[in-house]
């Protein structure tokens, strides 16, 4: 019996300083990657986007989201200019959130790469996304931002994993 898919820890950071982003390159050898955050924001209102490769220009990332906090429900999608959409608060007032990335076929060099994202907050926001980064090129880094001004708290958590196929 197949042991299944195995996820190695390749980065951790845990901020000690506020920070606008947070950045992690050189990672080979997966065949696809785990992004998860725990996150403290520093205002509501914000959004966490990622970028690849350094690459943010507009028309590339597109996603497809269903967002629901426990009594409304609502969905929708299109395309993100400063980089593909991890999540929001959207005038939500919780500043504590967890993010669950996962990056298929990163390093595939013949087809669009895509990732599945799983937001949720402390006063029960819950979104789901499904992104599209329209390029080819192999994922050689990526880089996670807030939108505007906003920045991560110090004592928030990045950890990049890569799984391995046993």
Avoid at 8 to 35: C, H, K, M, Q, R
Avoid at 39 to 49: K, N, Q, R
Avoid at 90 to 95: Q, R
Avoid at 102 to 114: E, G, M
Wanted: some cysteine; overall charge negative.
């Amino acid at each position: 019996m197949a042991a299944g898919f195995t996820y190695e820890p390749l980065y951790t950071n845990t901020l000690i300083s506020n920070t606008a982003t947070v950045s992690f390159s050189s990672f080979s050898g997966y065949t696809d990657l785990v992004l998860v955050i725990n996150g403290i924001m520093s205002t509501s209102g914000a959004s966490v986007y990622m970028d690849f490769n350094g690459v943010i220009t507009g028309g590339l990332y597109s996603y497809t989201l269903i967002r629901g906090n426990g009594s409304t429900a609502t969905s929708g999608g299109g395309s993100a200019s400063i980089g593909e959409p991890l999540g929001g608060t959207n005038g939500y007032t919780a500043s504590r959130y967890t993010i669950v990335c996962n990056i298929q076929d990163y390093a595939n060099t013949t087809t669009y790469k895509s990732s599945l994202v799983r937001w949720s907050q402390a006063d029960g926001l819950t979104e789901v996304l499904v992104n599209l980064w329209a390029s080819t090129a192999a994922i050689t880094s990526l880089t996670v931002k807030n939108n505007d001004t906003h920045t991560f708290l110090t004592g928030s958590t990045f950890t990049l994993y890569g799984i391995l196929e046993a």
